[in-house]
């Protein structure tokens, strides 16, 4: 019995009626629709999840089960956009657990794959086929969301899995490359399948949960919320960063190129040996929602000063300011405002100031506004260029002219004409060559012109070479 006001865990397999065709199987269950069945509290086609042999951890199962029917409808809604939650346990003629009523996979989380051969199915849409190269997805006729699409659907992943760690209290255990699906339109969206395997925090399980292949925590087998954390991060990894061998990818590096040093840095942290330091889903959802302008807080400033103890006045007054959560950054004095991209989170603005005092500083969102002021400023007039006259006193040279004394210095030599030599050309014989003769004057004797300084005497009368 089920007590009043309480949504039942469990049906019998009778009351679902005749199945509809098969949507799909596994090594453990078969999906059939359920054509004729209806639950009040969950609107939509339904499926039938029909489990070979019964269900070896019914217990856990019904606490599933339970843990839906306990929120209230608004947060059973939120739940339900986002995770195929078990709606009903469906149980044979001995009570045993044989199956679950779970909501149909929305139409909008379903995509037609058009393969090589050009032959047409459509599938869930997994995450997988995000991490396929954005050429090869064209050609198979795939999603292929943008740069700004692909932050949004990590913010979406953190988002669903922050609500099962937080609101359910649960680790979703196998998170992997198919049990999670994508939506871009209308809108972005990730929604998770195969919600019977989750953990619930603080119990004991016989039934046995592996990590998929490429998915496996440093720490193994075990599952917990570190390691969905631990997934979470490589989801982010391999969704930012598309191509040829992202499927396997656990080097943060490779985002680089697409993440801040905070995106950075936290990416480290989630596919760290250490479990205790990998960021929470929350944590992830903050930054990435930070990332994309839609914050969760309002701003906070956290600096805002001035680069210099004080200006000169005509030159402008420089802030250093950082803020979290804000879109715009305004700082305003004397009667003027200058804006900045709050979304940088930290940088610098100069404003003139036209006397000393404060400068406000303010960081905007759509959720609020946090103001700061800095100062006073002091700003400084500099010294004026002023020109004065300067008398200057008159320099009286003293008479020096007794302190030369006087030399009497001898006449410079002077050279004596020296006549020009008479050139004769004389007619040669026949047959010889042609001489010149130059008659050179005779030389002066010193003692003729000693009267008149030194002269030169030269001896010229040597016949001039052969022409």
């Known amino acids: 019995m089920t007590p009043s006001g309480m949504t039942p865990v469990s049906v019998a397999e009778s009351d679902l009626g005749t199945p509809g065709r098969e949507l799909g199987k596994g090594g453990e269950a078969a999906v059939y629709e359920l054509p004729h069945y209806t639950l009040p509290d969950r609107r939509g086609p339904l499926v039938y999840k029909k489990y070979r042999k019964p269900h070896e951890d019914a217990q ?5 089960v339970r843990l839906r029917g306990q929120l ?39 995509t037609t794959v058009v393969s090589p051969t050009g032959t047409r199915s459509t599938n869930p849409c997994e995450v997988q086929y995000l991490f396929v190269d954005p050429s090869r997805a064209k050609r198979l006729a795939l999603p292929t969301p943008t740069a700004d699409e692909r ?90 960063t598309p191509g040829a061998s992202t499927s396997g990818r656990i080097d943060p590096s490779a985002a680089a190129s697409v993440l801040d040093q905070t995106g950075l840095d936290l990416l480290r942290q989630a596919v760290d040996d250490v479990p ?19 914050f969760e807080d309002p701003p906070r400033i956290t600096r805002a000063e001035v680069t210099r103890p004080f200006v000169l006045l005509g030159q402008p007054v420089e802030i250093a300011w950082a803020a979290d959560h804000t879109t715009r950054i305004e700082v305003s004095a004397g009667g003027r405002t200058v804006t ?96 010149l003769h130059v008659a050179m004057a005779p030389p002066i004797a010193l003692d003729e012109v000693i009267g008149a300084g030194p002269v030169f005497s030269f001896d010229r009368s040597t016949p001039a070479e052969e022409a």
């Open 60 to 64: 856990r199962l019904r606490r599933i």
């Open 72 to 110: 209230a409808p608004p947060r059973r809604a939120e739940l339900d956009q986002i995770a195929a939650w078990p709606c009903r346990l469906v149980e044979d003629v001995n009570g045993d657990v044989i199956g679950l009523v779970l909501p149909r996979i929305p139409d909008e989380y379903m």
């Open 151 to 240: 932050l949004t659907l990590c913010r979406d992943f953190a988002g669903a899995l922050a609500f099962l760690h937080d609101e359910l209290d649960v680790a979703f255990g196998d998170i992997n490359h198919a049990n999670e699906l994508f939506k871009v339109h209308p809108k972005t969206g990730v929604y998770f399948i195969d919600c019977d395997g989750v953990r619930l925090r603080g119990t004991i399980t016989t039934h046995q949960q592996l990590n998929t292949p490429d998915w496996v925590p440093p720490e193994g087998n075990a599952l917990s919320p570190e390691t969905d954390r631990y997934k979470l991060g490589l989801f982010v990894l391999r969704c930012l």
């Open 276 to 294: 205790a330091a990998r960021p929470t889903a929350v944590r992830w959802r903050r930054y990435l929602n930070a990332v994309l302008g839609q």
């Open 340 to 435: 900045a991209d709050g979304g940088l989170g930290h940088g610098t603005v100069a404003i003139d100031l036209p006397a000393s005092g404060f400068v406000q500083v303010r960081a905007t969102s759509t959720l609020g506004a946090d103001v700061v002021q800095v100062g006073p400023v002091p700003v400084i007039e500099p010294p004026k260029q002023v020109t004065m006259p300067i008398l200057m006193p008159p320099v009286v040279f003293p008479q020096l002219d007794h302190l030369i004394p006087v030399v009497d210095l001898p006449e410079p030599p002077r050279l004596a004409g020296v006549p020009a030599p008479e050139v004769t050309v004389a007619s040669p014989p026949p047959g010889d060559p042609l001489r």
